[in-house]
């Protein structure tokens, strides 16, 4: 029986470090695909369309959605952002170990949509060290900072409703982890 890769989706709190570890994967273990998601937002310096993600205008997001083309989609910060199906599946039956890094409502769409999906929750090792990680930044005024408090507390309170939960206390331990539950390694 030939095996087919299941879609594996990391998820967890803004500022947990979901993109650190995602990037050390993927410098020791570049066949693994990442799903790149569609964004109404501007790219920011740097960014490439098509790499970091696909810029589409607001009329191109709608097309998206009428057409059942996301996977799962949310709106973050005044731009949406979504995942692309067909990629993903495409990806999936090709035998490609493919792996989405979204935020909880996203992966709560991707349950819907896929069920037989594995949804990793990555954890801080503790509360104060993810706001430490969060407020640590000092980029944002002190309301948008509670925001995000209050959204990370939130987020925590998901984990039950995921397959498996990594606490991020090592980069390269959660990577080798993630790469295991894969199948991948």
Request: zero cysteines; aromatic letters at 6%.
């Amino acid at each position: 029986m030939e095996h087919r890769p299941r879609l594996v989706v990391l998820s967890g709190p803004s500022a947990v470090g979901k993109s650190t570890v995602l990037a050390h994967l993927r410098a020791q273990h570049p066949e693994v695909w990442l799903s790149v998601s569609a964004t109404t937002r501007h790219p920011r310096p740097g960014e490439i369309d098509g790499k970091h993600y696909r810029f589409v205008d607001e009329d191109g997001f709608d097309k998206l959605i009428a057409n059942g083309e996301l996977l799962e989609w949310a709106e973050f910060a005044g731009n949406r952002y979504g995942t692309p199906r067909q990629p993903v599946l495409d990806k999936l039956t090709s035998g490609t170990a493919t792996l989405l890094e979204i935020d909880v409502q996203g992966a709560r769409q991707v349950r819907e949509a896929m069920p037989d999906a594995l949804l990793v929750f990555l954890a801080p090792p503790s509360w104060e060290e993810l706001v430490r990680r969060l407020i640590g930044r000092n980029t944002e005024p002190p309301e948008v900072q509670e925001r995000r408090l209050t959204a990370a507390r939130e987020e925590l309170a998901a984990e039950t409703e995921f397959d498996t939960t990594l606490v991020n206390t090592s980069v390269e331990d959660v990577a080798r982890e993630l790469l295991t539950l894969m199948g991948v390694g």
